[in-house]
């Protein structure tokens, strides 16, 4: 059953150029997997269908990486660190919750940009990226996403470059910052045996990520997909709140 909903979940996230780390957090908490495997996990499923995406945008030429430069600047190494924190069950399941929440409401804004265009690009200060990058990597690390969820409302929400760009870009945001952050996790795991009932996960979400590649180019409008998505995350969110808090 959970392969399935990661299928779907998958489905989702990648239409719109995310990977689905809040959800598959959330749904592994919610069916009770062992909180320490928990990050791993996801950030597993995250490097592949971030990496679907990218291979997809790449082979269009699409990506540009001197505009997520500062972002990665600041990421990458607070990804990393913030993945080898040690932090309480409650702690993490409260800051999942925070994630989820701040995504979901993030996201209902940023569908009405899809409709936007040729609006005024502005241009983020150097340091303004790196710290924005810097924030969202710390807080990926150590509960276990790619970021590209909080990332991308943010640089819609700024104007930071046309909509088709920032999503392109996210997809790789999350790429990287997932495989930073699984580096830091995996150092404070030592079973890894631990992991075997869970590998059918990965295969569900690579077939997921290519349906959800394909809504986004043939299929649904990137606005009602932008949509979707965060009423999926919006959910997940309160499904999860009445684990934790009830």
Known sequence: MLSIIFF??????????FAGGTSYLALLTIYDVEYLLIPIIALTCNIIVASGNCFNYIRAGNLDLKFLTPYFL????????GGKFQITKDFFQILLFCCLTISSLLL??????YKLTNQIIKKIPFFVAVMIGAIIGLVSGIVGIGGGIILSPILFNLKAAQPNKIVMATSLFILINSIA???GQIQKFNNISQLQP????????LLGGQLGNFLNIKILKSHILALLTSMLVLIVAIRLSLKIFF
């Open 8 to 17: 779907f979940v998958a489905a989702t996230y990648a239409s719109v150029g």
């Open 74 to 81: 600041g990421s990458i190494p607070l990804a990393y660190i």
């Open 108 to 113: 209902l804004i940023q569908a009405r940009q």
């Open 181 to 183: 952050g699984f580096l």
């Open 198 to 205: 869970y590998l059918y996960l990965p295969l569900a979400v």
